[in-house]
């Protein structure tokens, strides 16, 4: 698969798949693994990537087999409040609630977050130059002001250099369960159990959401969120049918000063009255 070109990525699932499979499973029997793939209480996006990472094995020991056909299932995201989110970040500590800051600004996959060296940031601008994930086309995005003094904070207290990854050893696998030990604190903290069900990915929804709200450009979004086919991107064009029972905090501005440093917090322009203009972000 390496030399074929397939990414890390790619490998270390077809590779902890294998695992899975061959502890419950005889790998050089077909029939034995399609036999536990459909007697095991697994869901079918599940089995789906058990079969995708066992054809690779099936193909480079020659074998034979026809490919169980499992779909994979469609449900819309669940996306949190920005509130639920700030909180998250804090109650963490300061690496992964940098991380998290940059997650709900960027929408950046996991494991594009983790592969960011410093180079990749414009530490004046608050610029982020990823390398896209899943073939996806390059794009540079903006992080709010007060994620980038968290990242500089954090960069010079950790002495990290241009070449560096940002965020060390840690890789998606170790970020997302970092994320979930401190949303779970939180939680218990808190006597909130809604917060556990928030996932790490729900942050680039939360990021995808929030930017179709602002823009109406599904075009933007789906180059921001560094998708190839535009299906994906198009999930979040549904989720504002439900706006109405959202929760907003309301601000007023009185000149153009107030107006630019809403907006550039993420508040919406709503109307003008008696000379003033609101504006409203959701919480």
């Not at 793939?37 to 990472?53: E, F, G, P, V």
């Not at 939680?187 to 939360?206: Q, V």
Request: charged content about 30%; aromatic content about 8%; some cysteine.
């Amino acid at each position: 698969m390496k030399k074929n070109g397939r990414a890390d990525s790619t490998i270390k699932t077809v590779g902890k798949s294998l695992r899975k499979l061959n502890r419950l499973a005889n790998l050089d029997k077909p029939d034995s693994v399609k036999t536990f793939l459909a007697t095991i209480d697994l869901s079918n996006d599940y089995k789906r990537i058990l079969c995708s990472s066992y054809d690779n094995y099936v193909k480079f020991h020659g074998m034979q087999w026809i490919k169980p056909k499992y779909r994979q299932s469609s449900k819309m995201p669940k996306i949190p409040l920005e509130a639920q989110i700030d909180a998250i970040i804090a109650h963490t500590s300061k690496k992964l609630g940098t991380a998290i800051s940059m997650s709900k600004d960027t929408g950046l996959r996991p494991i594009e977050l983790m592969s960011l060296r410093l180079r990749d940031v414009d530490l004046i601008k608050g610029a982020v130059y990823p390398t896209t994930a899943k073939g996806g086309s390059p794009r540079v995005l903006k992080i709010q002001d007060n994620t980038l003094a968290m990242l500089n904070n954090y960069a010079i207290s950790k002495q990290i250099e241009s070449a560096d990854k940002l965020f060390g050893k840690w890789n998606s696998d170790i970020y997302s369960a970092r994320f979930r030990s401190s949303r779970n604190n939180l939680a218990k903290k808190l006597g909130d159990e809604s917060l556990k069900s928030i996932r790490l990915y729900d942050l680039r929804h939360f990021f995808a959401t929030m930017l179709y709200k602002k823009t109406k450009d599904i075009l933007f979004v789906r180059q921001q969120l560094g998708h190839r086919n535009i299906k994906h991107t198009m999930k979040y064009t549904q989720l504002l049918q439900f706006e109405k029972d959202d929760n907003y905090t309301c601000k007023v501005a009185q000149n153009v000063e107030q107006a630019t440093e809403l907006i550039e917090n993420g508040f919406e322009y709503v109307t003008e009255m008696d000379g003033l203009k609101l504006f409203r972000k959701r919480k």
